[in-house]
């Protein structure tokens, strides 16, 4: 049969047959059908249950952990809290400022010290007019003050949000005409950023709701079949919300990770569920009776929901290969809402359909429209069928005119423009930089043996983009001191990052005891250990996804062409980042201020995301043509077959994941902006050029070579059939 008379003759799939009563599947579909009551009340239960801690889980969440394990900056920052204290080095700052000279008139700030000893948590408070003029708390001008504040800090997480009601409590204090003071710092940026994103948070919420409510109706034609995904999706969140709770009673957990865990497990939870619910329609459409429908329907689109899940749940445990608190508990997070959501899916989801009986069916007397549409999708098909070499050429030509930008990506970390305009630890640092310089926001600490620290001011005093190199400390009873250093530019900066490298070098050979640390290099560092574990993770991606494609499918060939085409849509993700967020260019349509660089978690964060839920959209669409193939034994039919079949299903899905990405995207800060969008045009790219154009014409191309495994290979690798 040839291409032509693929698309021709195409007139609908055949129906399905009557379920294998001894499959996985099967059997967990017809049990979860049978006791569907007992299954809906402990759901129901552990909802309610789960409901609580889910609800108070921002109050259990830490805005503390950057600090990369191990490097000479985490290193640093222990020593200066155990040894030297007095330094504040992390003591948020109040930056006053008035329009006539301090020292001539400082009655503006001896009221606001005095208000400030009051403060909350406050332990200490530095009088800036006290302090020699080598400490550099007055600016050349004398119009601008820094207040250092020493809070009693217990544990980590108390940092943010001791900072940030620091921050509330000096915004609420009245000035004169031509007085403001505002609070900065690293935590109360941290503050301020972990607010924002909070807020962010319960925005997309409200973006996102109705309209992925609205594309569920266009689904499913019902408001009872289009409410379940979204409510079953909510079930799973929550109990996978209350799970990141428990697990911050034995380990903090970071606030970041309850925004990407809620904005994956919404995305992903409604798109499994609306593919079973459109397979168990389709299948009682066929006049299969309630029980066995729920079995075909979960021994197909249910294990492909089981194996999409595993393969995003790998995919970010490769995460943990970077050893920073706070990108571990959000690829946990992430995992944590996607385990959810597919075990509501697989055995909640059953359940509630059988229970539901024919409510959740196409009413009669109107088409199906996922029937309907199979036979647009099997013209469009038909097209990449009859031409597969020109359609791939197009396709190859599409996605690498993305794919090129991404060569010339710069990572970097964010600094405290991060933080909107408006929040006190951005206008603090505005202040702060204008009046003092850009580097005095973002200072380096060396700490050194006594004996060796005029050896380090000589060195450093020398480094290109060094302003300032002094002694700020007294010995401690280790017999070492601090030696600060202010940069030139920016802690954003890459200039600031190569000064770090420079400073460091110039030691390691003069003065190996010195240790190089504070915000400027911890930024450095964490940047350093972020692209150095990314390609080891990436590495395990690849490797994970291509042998568990190869153990479901049994093709060496789909496996490697399935794992290219992911690669080249991750790289056309990445080339539209560094074209928004680097370059700026489309930055000013979503309300952003280009960073010149993108962060540098993102390649390794990008890339998990972004290969686990390509390989969402490709293994439903494998699944559909090898169930077809298994039936037919002609590849081209079975692609035909599958693509038309799961062509409205995953259209749907990607829309509806689509909005859901947009949402978190556009309400939020930079970085879950940069993610939310980033993810989004992966979703679209996937389920529109690598389903509909390379999919079909690659296959098209190889034809039976399509399935091609060594014998040797095939007698090991076990069977993972989706006919029935």
């Given at each position: ?462 480094i290109d983009n060094v302003v300032n190199a002094g002694i700020v400390t007294q010995p401690a009873e280790s017999g070492r001191l601090v030696v600060r250093v202010i940069p030139g530019t920016l802690i954003d900066d890459s200039r600031t990052a190569d000064m770090v490298d420079d400073v460091r070098a110039a ?218």
């Amino acid at each position: 049969m040839d291409n032509t008379t693929v698309a021709a003759e195409y007139s609908g799939h055949a129906p399905s047959p009557a379920p294998t009563k001894k499959a996985l599947f099967s059997r967990l579909a017809a049990s979860m059908a049978r006791h569907r009551k007992v299954v809906i009340v402990v759901w129901l239960a552990i909802t309610i249950a789960s409901a609580p801690l889910a609800i108070s889980l921002t109050s259990a969440l830490s805005g503390a952990g950057w600090d990369a394990k191990g490097t000479a900056a985490e290193a640093v920052r222990k020593e200066l809290r155990v040894d030297f204290p007095a330094l504040g080095s992390e003591n948020p700052v109040v930056v006053f400022q008035q329009k006539t000279p301090i020292a001539d008139e400082p009655a503006a700030l001896q009221a606001l010290l005095t208000k400030l000893s009051d403060g909350p948590h406050v332990v200490s408070v530095v009088d800036p007019l006290k302090m020699p003029v080598e400490a550099g708390m007055i600016s050349r001008d004398g119009l601008t003050a820094l207040i250092p504040v020493e809070q009693n800090i217990k544990e980590e997480a108390e940092r943010p949000e001791f900072a940030g009601e620091l921050g509330k409590y000096v915004g609420k204090v009245t000035f004169a005409d031509g007085v403001t003071a505002d609070v900065t710092g690293e935590w109360p940026v941290w503050a301020d950023f972990n607010k924002m994103n909070e807020e962010a948070l319960h925005k997309a919420e409200l973006v996102s709701a109705l309209p992925t409510l609205v594309m569920l109706f266009i689904a499913f034609g019902a408001m009872i079949a289009a409410g379940i995904p979204l409510l079953l999706a909510i079930a799973g969140i929550a109990v996978g919300f209350a799970t990141l709770h428990m697990l911050s009673w034995v380990t903090p957990m970071s606030v970041w990770s309850m925004n990407f865990s809620m904005m994956l497990g919404l995305a992903v939870g409604i798109d499994y569920s609306l593919f079973i619910v459109s397979r168990y329609r389709e299948e009682r459409a066929e006049g299969k009776d309630p029980i066995s429908a729920i079995e075909n329907t979960m021994a197909t689109s249910g294990k492909a929901v089981f194996l999409s899940a595993l393969t995003v749940v790998l995919s970010l445990a490769a995460v943990f290969l970077v050893p920073v608190m706070v990108f571990q508990t959000m690829a946990l997070g992430m995992i944590l809402s996607v385990i959810a959501v597919a075990l509501s899916a697989l055995t909640l989801l059953p359940a509630v359909l059988v229970a539901m009986g024919d409510k959740v069916l196409v009413s009669r007397g109107k088409n199906d429209p996922d029937k309907a549409a199979e036979g647009r999708w099997a013209r469009w098909t038909g097209l990449a069928l009859r031409r597969p070499g020109r359609t791939m050429t197009v396709g190859l030509v599409l996605l690498g005119a993305l794919v090129v930008p991404a060569f010339g990506m710069k990572l970097g970390m964010p600094g405290a423009r991060v933080v909107d305009e408006g929040r006190t630890s951005r206008d603090g640092f505005e202040t702060l930089i204008a009046s003092f310089g850009p580097g005095a926001a973002g200072p380096a600490f060396i700490t050194v043996d006594a004996k060796d620290a005029q050896t380090v001011v000589d060195v450093v005093s020398k480094i290109d983009n060094v302003v300032n190199a002094g002694i700020v400390t007294q010995p401690a009873e280790s017999g070492r001191l601090v030696v600060r250093v202010i940069p030139g530019t920016l802690i954003d900066d890459s200039r600031t990052a190569d000064m770090v490298d420079d400073v460091r070098a110039a030691l390691d050979e003069s003065v190996p005891n010195a240790l190089v640390g504070g915000p400027a290099a911890q930024n450095r560092d964490l940047t350093g250990v972020l692209t150095d574990r990314a390609p080891y993770a990436i590495g395990l991606i690849l490797i994970v996804a291509f042998m568990l494609l190869l153990v479901v499918f049994r093709s060496v060939v789909i496996a490697l062409f399935s794992v290219v085409m992911n690669l080249l849509t991750v790289g056309a993700a990445f080339g539209f980042a560094t074209i928004v967020f680097q370059h700026g260019i489309g930055a000013g349509l979503i309300g952003i201020e280009h960073q010149g660089f993108v962060d540098a978690w993102a390649p390794l964060f990008f890339f998990a995301l972004l290969f686990g839920l390509s390989m969402d959209y490709q293994l439903f669409l494998l699944a559909a043509i090898k169930e077809r193939y298994e039936a037919t034994g002609d590849t081209l039919r079975a692609v035909g077959e599958g693509i038309s079949r799961t062509g409205r299903p995953i259209t749907n899905a990607a829309i509806i994941m689509i909005i859901v990405f947009v949402a978190f995207g556009i309400t939020g800060p930079i970085p879950p902006t940069e993610l939310g969008l980033t993810l989004a045009v992966a979703v679209l790219l996937d389920a529109t050029i690598v389903r509909v154009m390379l999919v079909p014409a690659t296959m098209a191309l190889l034809g039976e070579k399509s399935w091609y495994t060594p014998k040797w290979l095939l007698r090991i690798l076990p069977h993972v059939n989706f006919s029935h």
